[in-house]
């Protein structure tokens, strides 16, 4: 893989659901990406909110064309409203950063 396309990489947070570091990567980067869709392709479950935009791989078998297309099929999708976050409603607490939902 050609390293200068890696926009960055997650935290390691022991202890914590992988749903946490992706998280965290996102309300530290997703205003300088201006990210408005995105998917998480991941072997692991433990995502909590962020489950909606998980496509389950399987480390045994890696990246398939069908979780390409699910991927691209949440990517299609503009995320607002509840469950969805800016940085601007965003508060620090404890080094996590907490969310509060946008009503629409």
Do not use: Y
């Amino acid at each position: 893989m050609d390293s200068s396309r890696v926009i960055g990489r997650t935290a390691f947070f022991p202890g914590h659901p992988r749903g946490r570091e992706i998280k965290s990567w996102i309300f530290n980067h997703g205003q300088r990406w201006d990210i408005s869709s995105w998917a998480i392709l991941d072997d692991d479950r433990d995502m909590e909110e962020l489950t909606p935009q998980l496509v389950k791989t399987d480390f045994r078998v890696g990246l398939t064309l069908p979780h390409v297309d699910a991927a691209l099929k949440l990517m299609r999708q503009v995320l607002v409203g509840p469950g969805w976050w800016s940085p601007a409603e965003r508060k620090e607490e404890h080094g996590t950063t907490q969310t509060q939902k946008q009503e629409v």
